[in-house]
């Protein structure tokens, strides 16, 4: 069992930063990689799309490719938590913003897929103003 609890999110215009956290707890945790998700305005929730993941213990991280130099996720293993900074942020961006945690073994899509993933938060709403 792993539980976790994101953190961070809000309102910023367009531009700006924010950086969320997720909280990560239970047995294990190195047998993970831990997973940003987002869900945009009337998606449904299997069209959350992956944002970026990162394993426990190699300190291996994958991006979606058109995210990748805006948003940087990063692993403290002292405190237990994930973080997704993100910068230079735009309205499409606007989402709930899931993290997720999926066994850590050899992935073909990079640890992208929704179905992967075992144990999910309960989303912080990001919302960016134009």
């Known amino acids: 069992q792993v539980q976790l609890v994101e953190s961070g999110g809000g309102l910023v215009q367009t531009g700006g930063s924010l950086r969320l956290s997720c909280a990560v707890s239970g047995r294990s945790l190195s047998s993970y990689v831990v997973g940003w998700f987002r869900q945009a305005p009337g998606k449904e929730r299997k069209e959350r799309e992956f944002?970026?993941?990162?394993?426990?213990?190699?300190?291996?991280?994958y991006y979606q490719d058109s995210l990748k130099g805006r948003f940087t996720i990063n692993r403290d293993t002292n405190q237990h938590t994930v973080t997704l900074q993100m910068n230079d942020l735009r309205p499409e961006d606007t989402s709930v913003y899931y993290c997720?945690?999926?066994?850590?073994?050899?992935?073909?899509?990079?640890?992208?897929?929704?179905?992967?993933?075992?144990?999910w938060g309960q989303g912080t709403q990001v919302t960016v103003s134009s």
């Open positions: 997720a945690a999926a066994p850590a073994w050899i992935s073909a899509s990079g640890h992208s897929q929704l179905d992967e993933y075992d144990y």
């Open positions: 944002v970026a993941a990162i394993s426990w213990s190699a300190y291996s991280t």
